[in-house]
């Protein structure tokens, strides 16, 4: 019986073991290198224990003839174990080699398509930005702004500062000229130049004074461009003045949703 337990308790050590094989380290993988090569140990001194019982077996004894039975049943269990941790083994070292080839090869494509748009931006940054309008109709204060529009969101910011411009000087009584002011201003900022960006927003209007829808948004660009400039008391005159004069408008409640976040 002392037998039986040793040898179910080096079985179920071994069956165990192939279910951690996949993905440890080396050094795991020794250890069940090392425990095999004990399992082949094992069944060696099992056979000559085997071969010495029968040979002083007691033909009449079947207590002994049953343990003999018990330990061959052993053994090859433990051959079957011996065997399936060779072949989990094997399976795992495939398993973690061939895994590693799709990496390889998933980082080789990852790193072909990076390259291929970084060429595809230096393309596009590099293209000539064509107007959005070929040619403008003199004395079409639409179309005019229009294309300052269209201008702007293709990112021909120059383009569009020119179009705006004209139009306010061109159309200073439009209800559209504070539009156009503004998006003069917006346009300042795009291109990162925040100090012209504000002598334009500050064009827009004069609160409460001023009617102009876009006021309210360039009050709050003006702010934006003054945290860009790092003068931060600069900044925050203007989001006051925000609140005070247009606290129900959506630039307000954007403003109150950046002093949140900070």
Same mark, same amino acid.
């Given at each position: 019986?002392?037998?039986r ?35 082949? +140990?094992? !069944?060696?001194? #099992?056979?000559? *224990? ?8 007691? =033909?009449? $004894? &079947? /207590? ?9 049943d ?19 070292? +495939?398993? !973690?080699?061939? #895994?590693?080839? *799709? ?8 790193? =072909?398509? $990076? &390259? /291929? ?47 705006? =411009? ?46 102009c ?13 003054y945290q ?12 006051t ?22």
């Amino acid at each position: 019986m002392r037998y039986r337990f040793a040898f179910m308790m080096i079985l179920l050590t071994v069956l165990f073991l192939p279910l951690g094989a996949y993905g440890k380290s080396d050094k795991d993988k020794d250890q069940m290198k090392a425990a095999i090569d004990d399992l082949k +140990s094992e !069944v060696v001194i #099992l056979e000559r *224990q085997i071969t010495d019982l029968r040979q002083g077996l007691d =033909r009449n $004894s &079947g /207590q002994m003839g049953t343990l003999i039975t018990q330990i061959a049943d052993n053994v090859n269990a433990m051959r079957q174990a011996q065997s399936r941790v060779a072949d989990s083994a094997g399976g795992a070292v +495939s398993a !973690v080699n061939g #895994l590693g080839e *799709q990496l390889g090869a998933t980082n080789d494509r990852i790193n =072909r398509l $990076s &390259g /291929q748009i970084e060429e595809l931006k230096k393309l596009v940054e590099n293209m000539p930005k064509l107007p959005a309008f070929a040619q403008i109709t003199p004395g079409d204060p639409e179309q005019l702004f229009a294309a300052g529009i269209a201008d702007y969101h293709r990112g021909n910011y120059d383009l569009a500062l020119s179009e705006f =411009r004209t139009y306010v000087d061109s159309y200073p009584q439009s209800t559209m000229a504070c539009f156009a002011q503004f998006w003069l201003g917006e346009s300042q900022f795009a291109k990162h130049d925040y100090e012209e960006a504000i002598k334009d927003y500050d064009l827009v209007g004069t609160p409460p004074t001023s009617k102009c829808e876009k006021l309210p948004g360039a009050i709050y660009k003006k702010a934006k461009a003054y945290q860009q400039l790092n003068q931060p008391e600069a900044a925050q005159a203007e989001l006051t003045k925000l609140q005070k004069y247009y606290s129900h408008s959506n630039e307000a409640e954007l403003a109150r949703q950046d002093q949140t976040q900070h």
